[in-house]
């Protein structure tokens, strides 16, 4: 975690449409409001003014950091992917599945399929889980 910012589970949960943001920014890296607009726009059409609002909220509460060295500033995550999914996972643990892990992981199993390759993977979570072979 970066040097002061607040713990994960201080931070706000992302809207669908920071998400959207946040997922180009984890998947380009550091970015200009520009560049996440062009992203963005691709999809769907988006007014830049709407992204550029977006994203000074999302900065005002934490989910994104601004260097503005530059002429133009540059967003970027506060936390990494893998932690705002976890953070995300728990608050869905919680509100929809009462805390059950079980719950949880049947429901998401039996709603896609998933492959051959995530099935594995997901073996191997549950055997170092259970302290067995690596």
Known sequence: MM???????AL???????????????RRGPS??????EDLN????TGYTTVLKLMQIMAAKRLLTRDDRERSHV???TLPEEET???????????????SAQKLVLQALSATRASR???AQIRKLLEKLEGGPQ
């Open 85 to 99: 999914q976890k953070q995300l996972v728990k608050h869905l643990l919680e509100r929809a599945f009462s805390g």
């Open 3 to 9: 040097a002061g910012v607040m713990g994960s589970s």
């Open 42 to 45: 691709r999809a769907q059409a």
């Open 117 to 119: 390759q995530e099935l």
């Open 75 to 77: 967003y970027s995550p």
């Open 12 to 26: 706000p949960k992302p809207t669908e449409a920071e998400l959207s943001i946040l997922r180009v920014l984890w």
């Open 32 to 37: 200009t409001v520009r560049r996440v607009w």
